[in-house]
């Protein structure tokens, strides 16, 4: 699959949410890093050792698979539920010492949790708190508790670059579909 988003803006991307946190202090005190280590929360023990994130289309090239903390699949899209748009393989990573991961590798979509992009019916871009069905109760979520600006201000511009990219935008565009109308938007 072939992404418009270069490795070097992927990795500006990286340095500019390096900067910026959900909440003053660490967010995985609050909760005991649930979204980093819920194999021991999710409802199916047997899918446990399955928690793990599929990378943007594009984002493998920052990393070079042979990081010793990760295991990784290439599975083809057509395996999975994923925009028809898409063609050819994904990748799968799982974090093989959660929560000890290499915190500057950690995805896009980890490092923007727990805000998700959202495209309205009539193609408006906004952030949501994110609602989707977790194997783990987050705080942030369930408590509301207010997201530092500078964090939100980060992740909206970080998203708004990545659905540049027509692969990352009917991703977007699919799972807004799929969220109820009743979405918390935070901008």
Same mark, same amino acid.
């Given at each position: 699959?072939?992404?418009?988003?270069?490795?070097?803006?992927?990795?500006?991307?990286?340095?500019?949410?390096?900067?910026?946190?959900?909440?003053?202090?660490?967010?995985?005190?609050?909760?005991? *890093?649930?979204?980093?280590?819920?194999?021991? /929360? =999710?409802?199916?023990?047997?899918?446990?050792?399955?928690?793990?994130?599929?990378?943007?289309?594009?984002?493998?090239?920052? +990393?070079?698979?042979?990081?010793?903390?990760?295991? #990784?699949?290439?599975?083809?899209?057509?395996?999975?539920?994923?925009?028809?748009?898409?063609?050819?393989?994904? +990748?799968?990573?799982?974090?093989?010492?959660?929560?000890?991961?290499?915190?500057?590798?950690?995805?896009? *979509?980890?490092?923007?949790?727990?805000? =998700?992009?959202?495209?309205?019916?009539?193609?408006?871009?906004?952030?949501?708190?994110?609602?989707?069905? /977790?194997?783990?109760?987050?705080?942030?979520?369930?408590? *509301?508790?207010?997201?530092?600006?500078?964090?939100?201000?980060?992740? +909206?511009?970080? #998203?708004?670059?990545?659905?540049?990219?027509? /692969?990352?935008?009917? /991703?977007?565009?699919?799972?807004?579909?799929?969220?109820?109308?009743?979405?918390?938007?935070?901008?």
């Amino acid at each position: 699959m072939k992404s418009t988003i270069l490795k070097k803006t992927y990795v500006a991307i990286y340095r500019l949410l390096d900067r910026v946190s959900p909440i003053r202090g660490d967010c995985g005190a609050l909760c005991g *890093q649930a979204c980093c280590d819920c194999d021991d /929360l =999710a409802a199916d023990a047997s899918k446990a050792s399955d928690m793990g994130m599929y990378l943007l289309p594009g984002e493998e090239k920052v +990393y070079t698979r042979r990081e010793d903390w990760l295991t #990784w699949s290439v599975d083809p899209v057509e395996y999975y539920d994923f925009p028809d748009s898409w063609r050819g393989m994904v +990748y799968f990573i799982k974090c093989n010492n959660a929560p000890h991961c290499v915190r500057k590798l950690r995805p896009i *979509q980890c490092r923007t949790f727990p805000l =998700a992009p959202h495209i309205t019916k009539s193609g408006s871009f906004h952030l949501i708190l994110n609602t989707d069905a /977790l194997p783990y109760v987050c705080p942030l979520i369930t408590e *509301q508790i207010p997201l530092n600006r500078s964090f939100i201000r980060a992740t +909206y511009t970080v #998203w708004k670059r990545l659905i540049k990219d027509p /692969l990352i935008y009917d /991703l977007v565009k699919m799972d807004s579909g799929r969220r109820s109308p009743n979405t918390i938007i935070v901008r």
